[in-house]
T-cell receptor, first 122, second 111 residues
Framework: EAGVAQSPRYKIIEKRQSVAFWCNPISGHATLYWYQQILGQGPKLLIQFQNNGVVDDSQLPKDRFSAERLKGVDSTLKIQPAKLEDSAVYLC????????????????????FGQGTRLTVV | TQLLEQSPQFLSIQEGENLTVYCNSSSVFSSLQWYRQEPGEGPVLLVTVVTGGEVKKLKRLTFQFGDARKDSSLHITAAQPGDTGLYLCAGVYNAGNMLTFGGGTRLMVKP
């Protein structure tokens, strides 16, 4: 089974330039996440999609970051314009569906991650 | 935004030693997961705990979910150099079912 695919693996841009990242989740996974991981820290959730709808984007800096998942499959994350503090690894993950408590069955939330895109803003 | 705090942030031990990593929150989670991340790779799931008080074992790793589902611990017995990596806890909470990560514990096991 193919994993989560991300591209590019590495990107170096100057501040104020624009950049876009692409993610293709595992086939059949309804939930897609974009995380920002700054060196030495845990991943920070930027946006979560359920199919092509946004579940949460409360931590997405909307003045410069945008993301879309138009057909409910692959997704792009864009930064325009980039700042020095945007230097980080951008991780995409997908899962079948969020885990939900019920009286009977817990649905697995396991998130499968891509290798990430390492962005350096100079 | 709900916060997951992990401790310690860094841990350097000798091969054969035991260690415990903690994950704490003020919020109740539907479930809690532990991931391990190696340099240049994305996190990989180790275990999911769902029920308060639940204990799961994965070879030399023992995971426990607190009774109130607000905290968890990871205990490694007889650590080996291959255990070196970044250990992350992640919780699923509230109706949005967002997966929120802690800051991670960077473990180094020296031979």
């Amino acid at each position: 089974e193919a994993g989560v695919a991300q591209s590019p693996r590495y990107k170096i841009i100057e501040k104020r330039q624009s950049v876009a990242f692409w993610c293709n989740p595992i086939s059949g996974h309804a939930t897609l996440y974009w995380y920002q991981q700054i060196l030495g820290q845990g991943p920070k959730l930027l946006i979560q999609f359920q199919n092509n709808g946004v579940v949460d984007d409360s931590q997405l800096p909307k003045d410069r970051f945008s993301a879309e998942r138009l057909k409910g499959v692959d997704s792009t994350l864009k930064i325009q314009p980039a700042k020095l503090e945007d230097s980080a690894v951008y991780l995409c993950a997908s899962s079948l569906r969020p885990g939900q408590r019920s009286s009977a069955v817990f649905m697995n939330t396991e998130a499968f991650f891509g290798q990430g895109t390492r962005l350096t803003v100079v | 935004t709900q916060l997951l705090e992990q401790s310690p942030q860094f841990l350097s031990i000798q091969e054969g030693e035991n260690l415990t990593v903690y994950c704490n929150s003020s919020s109740v989670f539907s479930s809690l997961q532990w991931y391990r991340q190696e340099p240049g790779e994305g996190p990989v799931l180790l275990v999911t705990v769902v029920t308060g008080g639940e204990v799961k074992k994965l070879k030399r790793l023992t995971f426990q979910f607190g009774d109130a589902r607000k905290d968890s611990s990871l205990h490694i017995t007889a650590a080996q150099p291959g255990d070196t990596g970044l250990y992350l806890c992640a919780g699923v909470y509230n109706a949005g079912n967002m997966l929120t990560f802690g800051g991670g514990t960077r473990l180094m096991v020296k031979p």
